[in-house]
């Protein structure tokens, strides 16, 4: 199974119902998605396969062929932020953080497609990733920082 | 162990027993401290002053004992130490340290005292203080819970932050012959009166060879730099780049992967399984049976739990009553005298207070944690240490079972605590870690992260405890008169303290917390009542442990009693109130929420209050009923903490607060058929989803005498101040949580 994670090509001998999930965290060690229910009801293994928002616990290896993964390691770094992560650091968003992999990604899949995205739209397109703590209101206003961003340039 | 430890192993002694025990003890003792724990491993030319600062010659290292579930106190620590300190706690290196009876929590016992907690005259903080000295001597506990960490690392932080600038100020003295009067410290150094500065990491070799300067005095707050004010949490880019590391994120060299299946009727037994299916399955290194069930470990997580799946497993039978409605039965029986466990309230006479009566029944449902991080653990046994790395909240507990399950001695048990994904409670509990350290045990040699299915995790949540109330209460001239309320529910604390090998006589404040100690003192004639149920399912202290389900009663009887009476719920709030700070607390809500504004038809308001862990909240909810159901639209929350540290984490937990609030108000509750929980995972136990989300306004008081810790309190009267914007709005008064058994939300 050949496909590629944050711009790298990997190549991985699993069973072909094995969770991109899994694969990324103990197969390639790659830790910033999360395994929370394995699902798909939290969110927090979200990662863009192909620029599309996905619940990596869903994707299983034989759907990986070619596939172009990115994971919030991906999206931006420490040193180099993307827009969604500068605005999550902006509004101090994360408690326990364990959610924000996904949330981040998922912000960011939405702005992709919609930069600047009604209050609904926000809604709607986040509703799928469960914060235990409550930082709705910060994700939020977060988003709503980051499209100004991005619509700045 | 000392005597006394043997002793609190048997029993740890709360109540009047533990005071009279603190005078024998006597006060000297119960202040002494402990031998600072970084001083065993502390290289040459390096300083510790105290269990909370370290300086090499290379680095600050600022000691942040209690453990971050998300609260955000990793940070907040390292602030009180470096407010004092006088360093940018961005370039130190902040760490959870090792566990030790040095980072006892000296305030956690104040929840046992059987005061009122926002009772500070002088009576009520000695017999605090006392309480604190036993709970030292008898079992000094690491513990992060109770909302004690920033009131238990106030004091003591900063003032290790001053010891340690002092005492680096004295080693500059002495080097340099300036008078240390004339030395300033700033930023990680020593500034002479010429400008020049020494950096504190150059000092260390010469402070070590020193003794601590211990006579500081600590700096008004008028002149904080750092607490007070607006903060950037030390993980918060970690958080949001993917690059925070969890305990579920650790990985060692060879290690393998584990899970757990044990009974799923909790503290059953496994009669017997067959993993000959599972043993044959890719990556399945060995199947185990560990007390109550089974352990695969395999060569990755997923294998792991593809294997346990597959082993066929005989399950007995559950050690409580199998259906749920047996054990609401129980709870009904339990209103006698024989179960009463504490009258705490009993003013005036309600039996014969005079008005028209209003009788109701309340219940509050078992309710999971389920925090986003599964429970997890890595652990490495070898015959001569182990090493275990798991998110904690009582980590010298958590390492001395690794030490009875392995028989390593305790000193060789090492525990790296973990930044935790979340708890709410849950990680007080020790079932994760004393399977690790079986499995450990038995694979001596080879590192394993043993990691819970989802569904282990619920299965195994040890919920919150479910209760019942019964209310009257009396109104007249369009006032309440007299409220009389019996609760009902098994004691959380037995059942938790039980698992670690400690028992607890007296009464269970928990079974009347958030109820009793309201600040209605000009409501004449009121009585609470709480009576103990036999255990049933085993649960834990859930965020605000008795305060959320009791707060919920309480609030909905009084706010029933009010709208009978034909008065204002929040203005006859205000007017049984006898307590200023709590009265501050209801007017800044009622202002934020411009209650008494008119809304349309269809929509509502409701308020609650409820005092938890000494700290008076006032949330009011707005609703409106739309065709499919009830939408949660604008919220507002109030809170005296008596001081502030940080408003940005503060409004967090706030808003944070009370979506937990909300959320498991609205359709979260466990329920047993067959002994098991019928819910598994998140499509059966949600919470609030962002689309649900109101706004939520917050605003921070500072009138109360102490600071108090904010973790839990924004929680309780969440519940009811929900269910009386639902009646406000609807005509329809839910009894009964979750409240989605009786109406829908959008």
Known sequence: MKFTVNGTARQVDVEDDMPLLWILRDALGITGPKYGCGIAQCGACTVLMDGDAVRSCQITSDMLEGADITTIEGLGTPQALHAVQAAWIEHQVAQCGYCQSGQIVQAAALLARDPAPSDAAIDDEMSGNLCRCGTYPRIRAAIRTASRTLQEG | ?746
């Open chain 2, 1 to 746: 162990m000392s005597r006394a430890g043997t002793i609190a192993r048997r029993s740890f002694l709360i109540g009047s027993a533990a005071l009279l025990g603190g005078v024998a003890f006597g006060v000297y003792a119960a202040k002494r401290p402990f031998a600072n724990p970084n001083l065993t491993g502390v290289s040459d030319g390096a300083v510790s002053f105290n269990p909370w600062v370290i300086v090499t010659p290379e680095k600050v290292v600022l000691i942040a004992p209690h453990g971050d579930k998300g609260q955000g106190i990793f940070s907040a620590q390292a602030a009180l130490i470096a407010e004092e300190l006088d360093i940018d706690p961005a370039r130190a290196e902040v760490s959870f340290g090792v566990p030790d009876r040095a980072y006892y929590n000296r305030v956690i016992a104040d929840a046992a005292v059987p005061i009122k907690s926002i009772d500070t005259g002088a009576t009520a903080e000695l017999l605090r203080d006392v309480m604190g000295g036993v709970a030292k001597l008898l079992l000094p506990m690491q513990i992060t819970g109770g909302s004690t960490a920033i009131p238990d690392s106030y004091d003591k932080l900063r003032r290790a932050g001053a010891v340690a600038r002092e005492t680096l100020k004295r080693a500059a003295a002495n080097r340099t012959g300036v008078a240390v009067g004339d030395l300033r410290s700033e930023n990680g150094a020593v500034i002479l009166p010429d400008g020049s500065t020494i950096p504190y990491t150059d000092l260390a070799s010469d402070a070590a060879r020193i003794e601590p300067v211990t006579d500081v005095t600590l700096r008004d707050p008028s002149e904080w730099r750092l607490l007070g004010k607006p903060m950037q949490r030390l993980d918060i880019v970690a958080k949001s780049t993917g690059t925070q590391a969890y305990g579920l994120d650790h990985a060692l060299d060879g290690m393998l992967h584990a899970t757990v299946r044990t009974n799923p009727r909790q503290g059953g037994e496994l009669l017997g399984f067959d993993a000959s299916a599972a043993k044959a399955m890719r990556g399945v290194h060995k199947v185990l049976e560990i007390p109550g069930g089974i352990a695969v470990v395999a060569d990755n997580t997923w294998r792991a739990f593809q294997a346990a799946e597959a082993v066929n497993c005989d399950w007995g039978l559950a050690p409580y009553p199998a259906e749920q409605v047996d054990h609401w039965a129980e709870i009904e029986q339990s209103f006698t005298d024989d179960r009463l466990n504490a009258k705490p309230r009993d003013d005036g006479d309600v039996d014969t207070a005079e008005g028209a009566e209003l009788r109701a029944e309340y219940r509050a449902p078992y309710v999971a944690h389920a925090p986003l991080e599964p429970l997890n653990a890595t652990i490495l046994v070898t015959d001569t240490r182990a090493d275990i790395w798991t998110g904690h909240q009582i980590p010298g507990f958590a390492a001395q079972f690794v030490a009875d399950i392995t028989g390593i001695d305790r000193e060789n048990v090492h525990l790296h605590n973990q930044f935790m994904g979340g708890s709410f409670g849950h990680r007080l509990e020790f079932d994760v870690i004393r399977q690790a350290a079986e499995i450990g045990r038995q694979m001596r040699g080879t590192p394993i992260k043993l990691t819970y299915r989802r569904e282990e995790d619920v299965a195994h949540d040890y919920p919150r405890h479910i209760t019942m109330g019964r209310g009257r209460g009396k109104t007249a001239n369009g006032r309440v008169v007299a409220l009389d309320l019996q609760l009902a529910a098994p004691s959380v604390i037995a059942s938790q303290m039980g698992r670690m090998g400690l028992s607890v006589p007296g009464p269970d404040a928990q079974l009347h917390e958030g109820a009793w100690d309201n600040p209605y003192g000009n409501l004449a004639h009121q009585r609470v009542r709480s009576y103990r149920v036999p255990e049933l399912a085993p649960v834990s202290s859930w965020r605000s442990v008795g305060a959320a389900p009791n707060g919920f009663i309480f609030d909905t009887l009084l706010d029933e009693l009010i709208h009978q009476a034909g008065a204002d719920p929040l203005e006859e709030r205000l007017r049984l109130m006898d307590h200023d700070v709590s009265r501050k607390v209801l007017e800044a809500v009622g202002e934020m929420s411009s209650w008494g504004s008119p809304l349309p038809a269809g929509s509502g308001r409701g308020v609650a209050f409820v005092i938890s862990f000494g700290v008076p909240v006032a949330e009011v909810v707005e609703v409106t009923q739309t065709e499919s159901g009830i939408r949660l639209d604008k919220a507002w929350i109030a809170a005296d903490v008596g001081r502030v540290i940080d408003p940005v984490n503060l409004q967090n937990l706030a808003q944070g607060g009370m979506i937990f609030g909300l959320g498991h108000a609205m359709n979260c509750e466990i329920t047993y058929a067959d002994g098991m929980a019928e819910q598994s995972n998140y499509d059966s136990h949600a919470g609030m989803r962002l689309y649900q989300c109101p706004t939520i306004e917050f605003r921070a008081l500072e009138n109360g005498p102490k600071i108090r810790g904010f973790g839990e309190p924004p929680v309780p009267p969440a519940a009811p101040a929900l269910g009386n914007a639902i009646f406000a709005a609807t005509g329809q008064r839910i009894r009964e949580l979750p409240f989605n058994r009786h109406i829908d939300f959008v």
